[in-house]
């Protein structure tokens, strides 16, 4: 039912109660910065800032309203914030202005504030540090009434143009908030007193009176007065002041009561909670002692009407409030009837890792009720009616890893279903993790073979995440006590996961990771053939991130064969275009094949309708699977070249490569090189490069959260030789050996929080038992976040970095670049929908962009957008032209402040235009020699093209003889 509201004044029958709510979400827009989100600040601006050149600003809040019981009366409904920085000089206005659409504190920036009404309460804020407060009962009464959907609050200062200050957000940490100054809204409230209709009886005593010189003195009037008594103890200010034992009415239709002896100084007006009407007759020097019979308890306001009488011989008829002095035969009957309001709560605890409450933790409801958690973690949610709710738990504010950690809360389960009154008490979290208990871990990562470091592996657990140093050493520290899933990544190996429980003291955990088998791969053209490696690992325009293990290899159309034997798994040859644009990534021609060790090696750029095998199809080491092309995203005056990968089965990311004719480098071709393949076409197959009697299927089964109660599993699974493979999958082991085989599907829907998959291939042969488990970490609160450069070059790559807190293994992650591409990966490349083929994130063209990051965990979505400006580089394109052995290059960028040459024989120049000799004319012949320019432009914007050496052609004239 709608709560009650009043203009002014509280009831005179009423209690006054308060309670607090406080902010779901907060921040501020800055017309100075109009595209940048402000949602993760610790801090809130109010009026015009010059300091950091934010310009005209505006505060906006939503917040969760507390709980009230039913017909409870709003007094007042106050909002308090901490002003901590004073810009002001003087007082300065504001008005508060309710907003009328939905927002989102990560993404609300000047240019996307919502829409607002007209103001619905006004203030002054003080020059001074502290709590300032502005009265918003009346859009509060709309809030709890329904007459107003809740959709938050923005305060804006009258002057736009004058300072004002700066206040705590809820997502300051401890150190910033020692005293807990984050927002709040202070809801004061009172309860109308329940007036029951009583009845009395009266039998008129039969004892005789005995007395004591009274103490009270009686005037010449004989009054007629009206009292209220206020429940459980009431004083009379009558003659006798008497202390009535309640008894519950609602419980004992029907009481019979008897008073206690009193003594008291009457006043012609007192209060008392009685209908009935008493008369006793007694002489003011003295004092009635009475026995009494019984006792009842009554908790209603009552309403008295009494006669005092005054005679001269000072005899007094009059009522006592809650008490008579009767003789023990004087018995009083009433009937009473009154309404109790009837309201439920629930009631539990909540207890991080090591068993210790945790305080501070809001605990609310799918209807708008909310209560935190005391210092001991427990906490009551009151003032529910009977019906079916939903309990979820959150910290006000989730910290930075660098900064005090005591809010950095994560609950698993994050909610739960009670109903009332079947169930009204319930614990609402058995596990929490939350930092501040806490320990480090420390440990090794090496090869399972050789026992060698691992250098850069990639270890995550509770959140948290490092990369190994030289020695495979790493630290992690403050992980919550409990438990936790470690896992390690290298693209070089084979994911390692395992639980680890943390406890005081030190925890130390050494792992061996599993090495993805390398030998038996030789270069990817025909034997006898010279090719140079134009880029190499971690190359400089396009070899980074999922392609730091890529090469690109010079040699206009010549053939490509595989580099090692295998299954095709994947042909495209049907394009016919490319160019130096990321548009062009979908329309390269490709081939990939799958080997025995669960990698797949890709050929890239290849010519039109030049792939001479089929999906399906087995191929031996140095067979040709294509020839050399230009189609998709190529760049230069001869663009032509081969872009070759090799990556993990299902997960297309580059991993180390090692050729067996490379003998320097430990078999890793360089930038710059010359290499020759040995890499021969058998003259008959080999005994069976399809089967093997040990061949076994591989695959892998990965949570990933959805924002909702349903998870997602990611499923692959594989088999070299057979194009059937189905899977079963399991909540546990057990489970797992009676589950009915089916086909394999790359996602499936699951509520478990295990999942465990098997792998058969037709032949019957099945693979190793794959499993996974819902990390609890990811059911907590998301705040998205991640670092990009104010300003980048086009061409250039965007460096991102993942700052999403927590970082969760398992949450999802969905990139927006503004230019029409999107990534689904932790920090992204660009990814071709169609090829699988992941490039770097680049814009092509200058302007103003915006990245936006939606990272989502098991019940949480956090989205945060970032502007990034995007400069023109110069253009790196060029001419050749070639006269015997000399050639000369001419750039195309006129206005660039410095042209680089390098000539492909170890010899440099610079200028915008240049020649050169080379002085092996056969080399020269033998195979295009490229020719690399990279630019300057005046912006400090670089580029970089490749070209390649026109070849001579030789005329053979016949032999005639005469």
């Known amino acids: ?77 106050i909002i308090e914030i901490y002003q901590y920085n ?38 002054s804020f003080q020059p001074s540090v502290g709590w300032q407060t502005l009265n918003i009962t009346a859009l509060g009464r709309e809030w709890y009434s329904g007459a107003r959907s809740n959709l938050g609050v923005k305060l804006q200062a009258h002057s736009q143009s004058s300072p004002g200050g700066v206040f705590w957000s809820s997502d300051c940490s401890a150190t910033q908030c020692p005293g807990g100054q984050r927002p709040q809204l202070r809801v004061e409230y009172s309860m109308p007193t329940a007036t029951p209709t009583l009845t009395a009886t009266s039998v008129p005593p039969t004892a005789t009176w005995t007395s004591e010189p009274a103490t009270a003195t009686w005037g010449p009037e004989t009054p007629t007065t009206t009292s209220t008594s206020v429940p459980p103890t009431a004083t009379s200010t009558a003659t006798s002041t008497a202390t009535a034992v309640p008894a519950t009415l609602t419980t004992q239709p029907t009481a019979t009561y008897t008073t206690v002896p009193a003594t008291g100084t009457a006043t012609p007006t007192r209060t008392s909670t009685n209908t009935a009407t008493n008369t006793a007759t007694r002489t003011p020097s003295q004092t009635a002692t009475l026995s009494p019979i019984n006792t009842a308890t009554r908790t209603a306001t009552n309403t008295v009407t009494r006669t005092a009488t005054k005679i001269p011989t000072n005899t007094a008829t009059r009522t006592a409030t809650n008490t008579a002095t009767k003789m023990p035969t004087n018995t009083a009957t009433r009937t009473a009837t009154a309404t109790v309001l009837a309201t439920h709560s629930i009631a539990g605890t909540v207890t991080d890792g090591a068993g210790g409450g945790i305080p501070n933790v809001i605990i609310s409801d799918n209807a708008g009720h909310s209560t935190k958690t005391d210092s001991s973690g427990s906490f009551v949610l009151t003032g529910l009616s009977s019906g079916t709710y939903t309990l979820s738990a959150a910290r006000p504010a989730i910290a930075r890893m660098d900064q005090q950690a005591d809010n950095w809360c994560f609950f698993g389960p994050s909610s739960q279903t009670v109903t009332i009154p079947a169930m009204t008490t319930v614990d609402f979290l058995g596990t929490a993790f939350c930092a501040g208990v806490s320990s480090d871990l420390s440990g090794t990562v090496v090869d399972r073979a050789s026992g060698r470091p691992i250098e850069n592996a990639r270890v995550a657990i509770a959140g948290k995440r490092v990369w190994t140093n030289a020695d495979g050493e790493f630290t992690i520290r403050s992980i919550p006590f409990g438990r936790h899933e470690l896992r390690i990544t290298n693209s070089n190996y084979r994911l390692y996961k395992t639980a680890l429980s ?7 955990h050494h792992a061996r990771m599993r090495t993805i088998f390398t030998s038996g791969y030789r270069l990817p053209f025909p034997n006898g053939e010279q090719r140079m490696c134009t880029q190499g690992n971690n190359g400089s325009k396009s070899h980074q991130g999922v392609e730091y293990y890529a090469f690109d290899w010079s040699k206009g159309k010549g053939s490509v064969v595989a580099a090692k034997e295998g299954k095709i798994i994947e042909v495209k040859e049907n394009f016919r275009i490319g160019g130096c644009s990321k548009s062009f990534s979908s329309y390269a021609n490709r081939v990939k094949i799958l080997h025995r060790d669960g990698t797949v090696t890709g050929y890239y750029h290849l010519e039109y309708k030049s792939v001479p095998v089929e999906v399906g199809q087995y191929v031996e080491r140095g067979q040709v699977i294509g020839k050399v092309g230009a189609t998709g995203y190529v760049c230069g005056a001869n663009p032509a070249h081969l872009h070759f990968l090799r990556m993990k089965a299902g997960r297309y990311v580059s991993t180390e490569i090692r050729f067996e004719e490379v003998s320097t480098n430990n078999g890793i071709p360089r930038t710059g090189r010359w290499y020759r393949s040995r890499n021969t076409y058998p003259l008959f197959y080999s005994m069976d490069i399809q089967q093997e009697p040990d061949e076994l299927p591989i695959g892998s089964v990965e949570f990933r959260f959805t924002g909702e109660p349903t998870h997602q599993l990611v499923i692959y699974g594989s088999d070299y030789e057979s194009d059937n493979v189905q899977m079963r999958l399991g909540v546990s082991e057990q489970a797992l ?14 509520t478990a929080p295990e999942a465990w998959a098997q792998f058969k291939d037709e032949a019957g042969n099945l693979s190793e038992v794959y499993s996974d488990t819902a990390e609890l970490i990811g059911y907590g609160a998301l705040q998205a976040d991640f670092s990009v450069p104010p300003a980048i070059c086009t061409g250039e790559t965007i460096p991102l970095q993942n700052l999403t807190i927590p970082f969760c293994e398992q949450c999802s992650w969905r990139w927006n670049f503004d230019n029409g591409l999107t990534s689904a990966l932790m920090e992204p490349s660009e990814v071709d929908a169609e090829s699988g083929l992941e490039e770097w994130i680049a814009y092509d063209e200058p302007g103003n962009y915006s990245v936006t990051l939606e990272a989502t965990g098991a019940n949480y979505v956090s989205t945060v957008s970032k502007p990034v400006t995007v400069v023109s580089a110069p253009s790196p394109e060029f001419t050749i032209t070639r006269s015997g052995d000399m050639i000369t290059v001419e750039a195309l960028e006129l206005n660039a402040a410095n042209w680089h040459w390098d000539f492909g024989d170890g010899t440099t ?54």
Request: glycine share 8%; net charge negative.
């Open 502 to 508: 943390i406890q005081i003291g030190t925890n130390t």
């Open 86 to 123: 004073v810009r002001a000089t003087a007082a300065y206005g504001l008005s508060a202005f309710p907003i009328e659409c939905a927002w989102d504190q990560y993404t609300l920036t000047s240019n996307t504030r919502p829409c607002n009404t007209t103001s619905m309460g006004s203030t």
């Open 909 to 962: 120049a610079s200028g915008r235009i240049a020649t050169h000799v080379y002085t092996d004319t056969m080399w020269l012949d033998e195979s295009p020699v490229p020719v690399e320019l990279q630019v300057e432009g005046a912006n400090s914007c670089e580029s970089s093209g490749f070209g390649y050496v026109p070849q001579m052609t030789r005329l053979f004239l016949p032999i005639m003889r005469r």
């Open 1 to 77: 039912m709608p709560l009650a509201s009043k203009a002014q004044g509280r009831e005179p029958n009423s209690i006054s109660t308060v309670v607090y709510g406080y902010p779901s979400q907060d921040t501020y827009a800055q017309e100075g910065f109009p595209d940048t989100a402000a949602g993760d600040r610790p801090n809130l601006f109010l009026g015009f800032d010059s300091v950091d050149n934010k310009g005209k600003t505006q505060m906006f809040f939503q917040f969760n309203l507390p709980v009230l019981p039913t017909g409870a009366i709003i007094d007042q409904v």
């Open 737 to 750: 050996e009676l589950a009915s085989w089916q086909p394999l599907t790359d996602t499936v829907p699951w």
